[in-house]
């Protein structure tokens, strides 16, 4: 019996019902990096990657999702909400995140195409790109959004690559609770992305909001079962041998 059916069979026995809870992280870090700049540029007002045939910006953010993990429940549901500056056309966009075995410790105050975690090693000082050994692809295409007038417009990221990268995540025990995730452009173009930071004081607020309100964030929906049914395949074992016994 695989542990949908013990699962299952376990909420049909004791009554018990999973309970859908939504958590949202707001970053708690994020940086570009410049391949013409081998020093800090600064928290800055916006995230903007880029790829020129001049030089490459990154974009790096980190989450904590501690408060998740401590709950000791998968995730069912993933989402990443960035925030746009002005109205642009469809430019490419890709995300990935650092994988488990990558350090995530990285600082806005130190962070630069040197040190920057992740990353296929620099050719002649320029970008490359990313690491598939270190990193998870989550995203690939292209994307548009039009500010609003008095409002930043979000651009919602979701699907299975987001979901299964938490939860794998989470089984193989990312003790620090931190995620990475990296925003580039390929291929070159003209045009740049530019979405909102933790940092910005340019986005057009509506009265009420604070910058923090057009932060990158990551929701994440997760799904609790109860504490018994980690111990059910045991526990299922012992009643049918009970059973057993007694006819």
């Known amino acids: 019996m695989n542990i949908i059916s013990r699962t299952t069979l376990l909420i ?3 009554g018990t019902l999973s309970t859908a809870n939504a958590l949202t992280f707001n970053s708690i870090k994020d940086h570009n990096i410049h391949d013409n700049n081998t020093s800090p540029i600064g928290s800055g007002e916006f995230l903007a990657p880029f790829t020129s045939t001049n030089y490459s910006l990154y974009s790096y953010i980190g989450f904590n999702i501690n408060d998740f993990k401590s709950q000791g429940v998968l995730a069912a549901d993933v989402s990443l909400d960035l925030y746009g500056y002005g109205s642009i056309n469809p430019l490419p966009l890709t995300i990935y995140a650092l994988n488990n ?10 962070i630069t195409k040197n040190n920057a975690p992740g990353l296929l090693p620099l050719s002649n000082g320029k970008l490359t790109g990313v690491d598939s050994n270190a990193t998870t692809l989550l995203f690939d295409g292209d994307i548009s959004y039009n500010r609003a007038t008095d409002i930043n417009d979000n651009i919602n990221f979701s699907g299975n690559n987001f979901v299964n990268f938490i939860n794998n995540d989470f089984i193989n025990d990312d003790t620090d609770g931190l995620i990475t995730l ?22 057009p607020n509506p009265p009420g909001t604070t910058n923090a309100d057009f932060a990158p964030r990551l929701n994440i929906t997760a799904v609790p079962l109860p504490a018994a049914v980690w111990l059910f395949g045991s526990g299922l074992l012992g ?8 006819s």
Do not use: C, M, Y
């Open 12 to 14: 049909v026995l004791t």
């Open 101 to 110: 075995n990558v350090t995530d410790n990285w600082a806005e105050s130190t």
């Open 182 to 203: 990296i925003l580039l452009q390929t291929p070159t173009t003209s045009s740049n992305h530019a979405f909102s930071s933790k940092d910005s004081g340019a986005n």
């Open 239 to 246: 009643l049918v041998s009970f059973r057993r016994k007694a």
